[in-house]
């Protein structure tokens, strides 16, 4: 089919190369304009933009699908279908309507729960037992159109980095699957539910900041869901520490204060606030696998702690 793919981060790569690979007519690729990136701030294209510059893809970059230039340049695409995953941008009514199938969305949650910007790091956090990919109708409201085909997968213990690969990949497939059938036209949609929605807001560093007075396993689920991006963070000693991988633990027969570095050799292990549901003798704990301290790289714990020593005792903010 003549399509236009709609997408900017790295979740939206493996559905752009899947439609390559499967050899629809892409007629452009729309994402987020080039941001500038690291030390020296230079302008970088977004992982869809580099993927679609490599294929010789016509790449459009519009701030803005609100004005009549940019939807008239997009319905004289002459389009069957608009394919759309993390892009962005709000598409007005004009440019929804102009695909002769209309446009469809890759959407990283089992909807209506967390319709919006971070599906895949709210449900984490959350603490929600799965989550999946759907192919959705887009209509005018915020995820809220018929669902087409949906896939499901426990999160478990999964980082919120390591489920967004699992769900791209997944969606990859399960979007080339719903294009076949709506070329087909034999297909049917569901309307989502009417109870159950939430809404995932986008990602706010201030929500980043560890609290060691919650119990181990809610200051888990922050770390995984914030990690790899923007990294769940705590200060040693003036320094900030983001922690991205963890494991919950038990200390026993302790009586430091959330936060404390407990006396684990060879490990990095943080003391949290009791909850109710544990012996009053044992301290819920937070077992430290990957961090990174400030201007570095990721590292393992044992790795880190050899060139930054923290004593047993020491109490992070």
Same mark, same amino acid.
């Given at each position: 089919m003549r399509l236009a793919f709609m997408g900017t981060p790295d979740f939206a790569v493996p559905l752009l190369a899947e439609l390559i690979a499967e050899g629809h007519d892409i007629a452009a690729?729309?994402?987020?304009?080039?941001?500038?990136? %690291?030390?020296?701030?230079?302008? #970088?294209?977004?992982? #869809? !933009?580099?993927?679609? @510059?490599?294929? %010789?893809?016509? #790449?459009?970059?519009? *701030?803005? @699908?609100?004005?009549?230039?940019?939807?008239?340049?997009?319905?004289?695409?002459?389009? +069957? $279908? =608009?394919? *759309?995953?993390a892009y962005g941008l709000l598409l007005p009514k004009p440019v929804l309507d102009a695909p002769r199938l209309g446009c469809?969305?890759?959407?990283?949650?089992?909807?209506?729960?967390?319709?919006? =910007?971070?599906? &895949? /790091?709210?449900?984490v956090m959350a603490g929600d037992a799965e989550t999946g990919v759907m192919v959705m109708?887009?209509?005018?409201?915020? +995820?809220? %159109?018929?669902?087409?085909l949906a896939g499901k997968t426990p999160i478990g213990f999964k980082t919120a980095g390591e489920l967004t690969n699992e769900l791209a990949r997944t969606g990859a497939k399960l979007m080339a699957r %719903?294009?076949?059938? @709506?070329? !087909?036209g034999i297909y049917t949609t569901t309307p989502q539910a009417e109870e159950g929605v939430t809404y995932a807001k986008k990602i706010d560093k201030s929500e980043a900041r560890i609290d060691w007075?919650?119990? =181990?396993?809610?200051? +888990?689920?922050l770390i995984r869901g914030l990690s790899p991006w923007p990294g769940a963070w705590t200060e040693v000693n003036g320094e900030r520490l983001k922690i991205l991988k963890s494991k919950i633990g $038990?200390?026993?027969? !302790?009586n430091h204060a959330p936060g404390t570095v407990l006396p684990v050799d060879n490990a990095l292990v &943080?003391?949290?606030?009791?909850?109710?549901? &544990? +012996? *009053?003798?044992? $301290? /819920?704990?937070?077992? #430290?696998?990957?961090a990174q301290r400030a201007g570095g790289k990721p590292m393992q714990a044992k790795d880190l702690l050899r060139g930054f020593h923290l004593e047993p005792g020491t109490v992070l903010a």
């Open positions: 690729v729309y994402s987020q304009p080039p941001r500038p990136k %690291g030390r020296g701030m230079k302008e #970088v294209p977004s992982p #869809v !933009s580099a993927l679609a @510059l490599s294929r %010789g893809l016509e #790449v459009r970059t519009p *701030v803005s @699908l609100r004005q009549p230039e940019p939807q008239a340049e997009f319905a004289a695409l002459n389009l +069957d $279908v =608009a394919v *759309v995953a469809w969305n890759l959407h990283g949650s089992l909807l209506p729960r967390w319709r919006g =910007a971070a599906p &895949i /790091q709210r449900a109708q887009m209509e005018e409201g915020l +995820d809220t %159109g018929p669902v087409l %719903g294009l076949k059938l @709506l070329e !087909s007075n919650k119990p =181990a396993v809610e200051v +888990d689920r $038990v200390f026993y027969n !302790s &943080i003391g949290c606030a009791n909850d109710t549901t &544990i +012996d *009053v003798e044992e $301290v /819920q704990t937070i077992n #430290v696998e990957v």
